[in-house]
């Protein structure tokens, strides 16, 4: 079993909104890595961050995505970090995984980083930034196809996918 698609991105590239879409066009099942990790820890991800830190989520993200992918094989969402780690590049090694790019503009826009952003206080957009120039090229390494999201609504973005998705079964 795995994922029919397997969607990676930073925060604010539309990765739920667009694989919610994406799974009822394709008639599968949706599941998000961050929601597996909140439901095991019994608290939202960022008091996962608060209270434990971030090695402590990575450890549990790592966990979750292992499982994920063993389990799941409808669409499937990566937290934004779940790249940094490894041995889960290693794991997406022959799954159809789609890098879903965004700018700053409009993953600003998107989640207006005034949310529960754990890696993006302080200033949002530098942290922001930051953080793509420390995963930009392990979202390129995992990723058989990269699809922008800039200035496009999500169910033009899952009718894409949809399309390669469908496209690779044939």
């Known amino acids: 079993m795995a994922p029919v698609v397997v ?5 604010g590239a ?4 667009v694989g919610v879409a994406l799974a009822a066009r394709l008639g599968v099942e949706f599941r998000d890595t ?17 209270d434990h830190g971030e090695a402590a989520f990575r450890s549990l993200e790592t966990a979750a995505v292992a499982s994920a992918l063993a389990e799941h094989d409808g669409v499937l969402a990566l ?3 779940a790249v940094l780690d490894a041995g889960t590049r290693e794991l997406l090694a022959g799954h159809r995984v789609v890098f879903l790019e965004v700018g700053v503009k409009d993953a600003a826009s998107r989640i207006g980083f005034n949310r529960d952003r754990p890696l993006l206080l302080g200033n949002p957009r530098a942290q922001w930034m930051r ?7 392990f979202y390129d ?3 058989v196809a990269t699809v922008s999201t800039d200035g496009r609504a999500p169910a033009d973005i899952a009718a894409e996918l949809a399309a390669l998705v469908q496209g690779a079964q044939a």
């Open 34 to 50: 961050d929601r597996d990790v909140a439901a095991a820890a019994g608290s939202s991800v960022a008091d996962i961050f608060v």
């Open 14 to 17: 539309g990765k739920t909104t």
């Open 141 to 143: 390494e995992v990723a």
């Open 79 to 81: 937290g934004g970090g």
């Open 131 to 137: 953080l793509m120039e420390k995963r930009r090229g």
């Open 7 to 11: 969607i990676v991105g930073p925060p």
